[in-house]
């Protein structure tokens, strides 16, 4: 079992940015693969940015050019960068982290509000 924490999140004005962090209880190098996803009212659970094994980044179109994933081995460390927000970007959001071969994790923080308004 892996341990995810979150912090972060809030309001922001459209145009705006915030930054999601999150910690995990195990060091990154023996997961699978971590990052991010989102859940809006009614809609599906969807990827916004993780880390796949071996490193690579994967992003979805909709985020491609306004958020950054990045992380820090030594904190155990996975964030966002999220700017140029949008209002559909409003949605809880949550650090997820694969610790084996699997498509979609098996590990999740509690989950974070992020709402972009005027």
């Known amino acids: 079992q892996v341990h995810l924490v979150e912090i972060g999140g809030g309001w922001a004005q459209p145009g705006g940015s915030l930054r999601l962090s999150c910690a995990a209880s195990?060091?990154?190098?023996?997961?699978?693969?971590m990052g991010w996803y989102r859940q809006a009212p009614g809609k599906e659970r969807e990827l916004v940015a993780t880390?796949?094994?071996?490193?690579?980044?994967n992003y979805a179109d909709s985020v491609k050019g306004r958020f950054t994933i990045s992380r820090d081995n030594a904190k155990n460390t996975v964030d966002l960068q999220m700017d140029n927000l949008k209002p559909e970007d409003t949605a809880v959001y949550y650090c997820?982290?694969?610790?084996?071969?699997?498509?979609?994790?098996?590990?999740w923080g509690q989950g974070i509000q992020v709402t972009v308004s005027s």
């Open positions: 997820g982290a694969q610790d084996g071969d699997r498509i979609f994790p098996n590990n």
């Open positions: 195990v060091r990154l190098s023996s997961l699978y693969a």
């Open positions: 880390f796949t094994s071996g490193g690579r980044t």
